[in-house]
């Protein structure tokens, strides 16, 4: 999206005469702003804040809502399904191309844990968040009703595996949320909720520094949360969360936040590719050894020219990605003019991260920050962050007014399952899975 909204401003002439044309193909008609999503889950900020239309912001490219299943660049051509292919029985389309930016980003990384893929819940789209927000209060409605003490106990323990930015981002502001909410059930204490923070290494939050994040531990420790380190998730079969240190808890939620890795489509393309998966780029952004091939973020492995270190990489985080979509479009631009283009060089700047309302750790510039400054440093960062301007007022604007009124704890789990009232007045018998799980 950054790079499409950069080009669509340094092409506006040509885009207008017709002499080019910006084709974007996505899975979904929007780019979601991920840093707020454990803010959408607990509830902080509305979900459409959270995303930015494309069709909006990119008003002269041509928006395709579709998966690229192959790309053959010999031909220079991408194969597309579309919501319309299993329509109207016509297949696949055939995109031509004269360049190509390849940017998926990444998917979530799962290992073979028995159980995992049963029940386990991701983490990385607007939809995980607000289904997870929606499944945390549903448990503690259940764990309200239930006279079998098991159930309330396995409804009330949330199990989070990882301990980088995702998985304490999302288990601070949730327990943040359920805590506040368990004031509206007359048996339910705070004190009765368990959480739970799985990391098979020694350290969390790795990207603020050491110090921080044994100051992050302290935080979640002296809030009741259960962090375990050098530890790992062996099994969640039959909703029982088994850890490789001997421990077991029933659970009716597993959050998985363990890492990233490169999107599949990158294994189709035949474009060169590092250890990890990642498309092998050069400095200045394009495909190694592959002319008019261009790529980013998460699913490019771009020299890092700053770093003392011979063969490093930048970092798949959204500091770079940002950075380098502006770069990318400057010198596909500098391309097409017959100018000389730029080598991405950016020095990583340093790291902030929420652990709750008012509550957070940042390591910016070599400054270490912790608390109430570095929660506040967070949002403004992120604000400043987020694509336009409507999106930046919408969510400064829905901060103020969640810090004079209450928090909202309604759960909308319905909604996952629209036609689930319909179908039963119309004497359907809802499915298995239409039950809340």
């Known amino acids: 999206m950054y790079t499409a909204l950069r080009l669509q401003r340094k092409l506006k002439h040509r885009l207008r005469s ?3 044309e910006i084709v974007v193909v996505t899975p979904d008609a929007y780019m979601t702003y991920q840093p707020f999503l454990p803010e959408a889950a607990a509830g902080s900020l509305s979900p ?21 299943r192959r790309i053959d660049h010999a031909k220079r051509t991408a194969t597309v399904t579309t919501l319309a292919t299993g329509e109207d029985g016509t297949g696949a389309v055939e995109i031509a191309y004269d360049e190509l930016v390849l940017a998926p980003g990444s998917v979530s990384r799962t290992l073979p844990v028995p159980g995992l893929a049963d029940h386990g819940i991701g983490f990385k789209t607007i939809e995980e968040a607000i289904g997870l927000r929606n499944h945390v209060i549903e448990q503690m409605d259940i764990a309200s009703a239930t006279r079998d003490p098991e159930i309330r106990d396995a409804a009330l323990t949330f199990v989070f595996v990882g301990g980088g930015y995702a998985g304490v981002e999302a288990l601070a502001e949730l327990e943040d949320m359920a805590r506040y909410t368990a004031r509206y059930y007359h048996n339910i204490k705070p004190e009765d909720l368990k959480w739970i923070l799985v990391e098979a290494t020694g350290r969390i939050l790795p990207e603020v520094g050491e110090s921080m994040g044994r100051y ?3 935080e979640l420790r002296g809030r009741n949360i259960d962090v375990r380190l050098d530890t790992r998730l062996d099994s969640c079969e039959d909703r029982v969360a088994v850890l490789s240190d001997g421990s077991r808890f029933p659970t009716r939620t597993l959050v998985w936040t363990a890492g990233v890795k490169p999107a599949p489509l990158l294994a189709e393309t035949g474009l060169p590719l590092d250890e990890r998966g ?3 780029c050069t400095a200045r952004l394009t495909v190694e050894g592959t002319p008019h091939a261009w790529s980013a973020g998460d699913a490019a492995a771009v020299p890092d020219l700053t770093s003392d270190t011979p063969g490093a990489r930048t970092a798949p985080n959204a500091q770079h990605a940002v950075r380098q979509a502006k770069v990318l479009a400057d010198n596909l631009v500098a391309t097409l003019d017959g100018r000389p283009t730029e080598e991405y060089r950016h020095r990583y700047a340093g790291s902030v991260a929420s652990l709750g309302l008012h509550k957070g750790v940042a390591h910016v510039y070599g400054r270490r920050v912790k608390g109430y400054p570095a929660w506040l440093m967070h949002r403004t960062y992120h604000l400043s962050r987020v694509p336009t301007f409507n999106r930046k007022a919408r969510v400064l604007a829905e901060w103020t007014l969640a810090g004079l ?8 789990g319905s909604l996952e399952h629209p036609r689930a009232e319909f179908e039963i007045a119309a004497g359907r018998r809802p499915r298995p899975d239409d039950d809340c799980q």
Do not use: D, M, N, W
């Open 48 to 68: 459409r804040h959270v995303v930015v239309p494309l069709r909006r912001v990119l008003p002269h490219c041509t928006l395709v809502v579709g998966e690229v």
């Open 216 to 218: 992050a531990v302290r």
């Open 18 to 20: 017709g002499a080019v």
């Open 405 to 412: 009124f209450k928090r909202e704890i309604v759960s909308l």
């Open 278 to 280: 990642r498309l092998l």
